[in-house]
């Protein structure tokens, strides 16, 4: 187990104020993701950019996150988590005001790959910290943080479609950006006083990196294998976000409202069921979670991808929100208790890596196959992570047989 800089006992840690502080941070950005998401329509007409110019703007958003989780890592070694989570969700907040001020799709650009900085910076910095703290106190606590996330997304998405129609997108990015920078004063402050358990390698009391134990090659292949089911995962939830509601509405020929409740469903029932990821991770273990998550989204997501019955196809959708659900953190989890931050960077970048590859491949697939057979995608994908989660069982079964 690793210790933190205080080196002070589990029992005399505030775990669940730790636990709140976190949470909260993960619901920040979730949050004022989904609420910059909302407002891309209003945003684009305000440039009077095309559609394919947004979309070279919007690989602003994708450097600057892919980029920052690359170097968090070290950055956490560096300073410890609980600075790089304050430092990059204040960023966050304070960047998410820029998009609006932009007039043209090259500024756009620019702005987004600030926000992309803090976004993916924090997504490393505050799952190191889960990750520190679910080692610490022995529990497979991740998937609370995510579902905190996902009902922050959910929020953020309802309450920027509520004041859309009443609010530009400046004054709500400023709204967004002052509730931002009020969570990070307050669950920074706790983070800061709590003594976060930190495993970024630093001596006790001090910030100057202590050496490191190399990581063999069978945990770097472990945590590459992390990463890779992360990424067919984060596939799937990336895709079903842009292309969910389409396939009802294009191929089954539904209304804007039963459209949106697909992806509705399938978005509740992924958070619902990270609530309860703890209670399965303790009683079932990560392999059986990693399988039988996998399989059950390759399942839905095949039922509802071929079938022309509505009610099967949010049938569907909610057995691939269930099994996608708790898949993601579980991975990350491992990855980290196997490498520290370096292993939250690695299952992270690909993570978002696959969310970010995800909505553009169903276009392409869709474009030449029709969307239905494209979507099987996520199926075959989500069972991949199924097989690569039986990978890991079995090189976790040989560790342990193997001599030391």
């Known amino acids: 187990m690793r210790t933190g800089p205080a080196q002070r006992p589990v029992a005399d ?3 669940t104020r730790l636990r709140w502080a976190i949470s909260l941070f993960f619901a920040l950005d979730g949050f004022v993701f989904a609420g910059w998401v909302v407002r891309i329509p209003a945003i684009k007409q305000q440039i009077d950019a095309s559609a394919g110019a947004l979309g070279l703007a919007l690989l602003g958003l994708s450097a600057g996150t892919v980029a920052t989780m690359l170097m968090t890592g070290r950055l956490c070694r560096r300073f410890g988590v609980t600075r790089v989570t304050i430092v990059t969700a204040t960023v966050l907040s304070l960047s998410i005001i820029l998009p609006p001020l932009a007039r043209s799709p090259l500024e756009l650009g620019l702005f987004l790959l600030v926000f992309g900085a803090g976004y993916g910076g924090l997504n490393v910095a505050f799952n190191a910290a889960a990750v520190d703290l679910a080692e ?10 995510h579902a905190a996330y996902s009902a922050g997304a959910l929020a953020g998405a309802g309450i920027g479609g509520l004041l859309a129609p009443h609010l530009g997108p400046s004054p709500h990015m400023l709204l967004l950006s002052l509730i931002g920078l009020a969570v990070t004063l307050g669950a920074g402050r706790v983070l800061v006083t ?11 009391g001090t910030t100057d990196p202590t050496p490191r134990a190399p990581l063999s090659p069978r945990t770097r292949r472990l945590i590459a294998v992390c990463g890779l089911i992360t990424l067919c995962t984060a596939f799937g939830e990336g895709a079903m976000a842009d292309w969910g509601s389409l396939h ?5 020929g ?14 509740l029932l992924m958070t619902v069921s990270r609530m309860s990821g703890t209670w399965l991770l303790e009683r079932l273990g990560e392999s059986p979670v990693l399988i039988a998550g996998g399989l059950l989204a390759a399942t839905g997501m095949l039922v509802a991808a071929l079938t022309p019955e509505l009610w099967l196809v949010f049938l569907g959708y909610a057995l691939t929100g269930v099994g996608l659900a708790n898949v993601f953190p579980t991975a990350v989890g491992r990855a980290g208790a196997l490498g520290g931050p370096h292993g939250v960077v690695v299952a992270s970048t690909l993570g978002h890596s696959g969310i970010l590859l995800g909505p553009p491949a169903i276009g392409f697939l869709a474009e030449a196959f029709g969307l239905p057979r494209a979507m099987t995608t996520i199926a075959a994908l989500a069972a991949a992570a199924a097989l690569l989660g039986e990978l890991t069982r079995r090189a976790r079964k040989t560790a342990h047989h193997s001599p030391a």
Request: aromatic content about 6%.
């Open 194 to 204: 709590s003594g976060l358990p930190t495993g970024a390698g630093t001596r006790p």
């Open 254 to 267: 539904t209304g804007p409202g039963t459209a949106a409740a697909g992806y509705a469903l399938f978005a």
């Open 13 to 15: 840690l505030p775990v």
């Open 248 to 252: 009802l509405s294009t191929d089954l």
């Open 136 to 145: 610490t106190i022995r529990r497979p606590i991740l998937p609370s943080f």
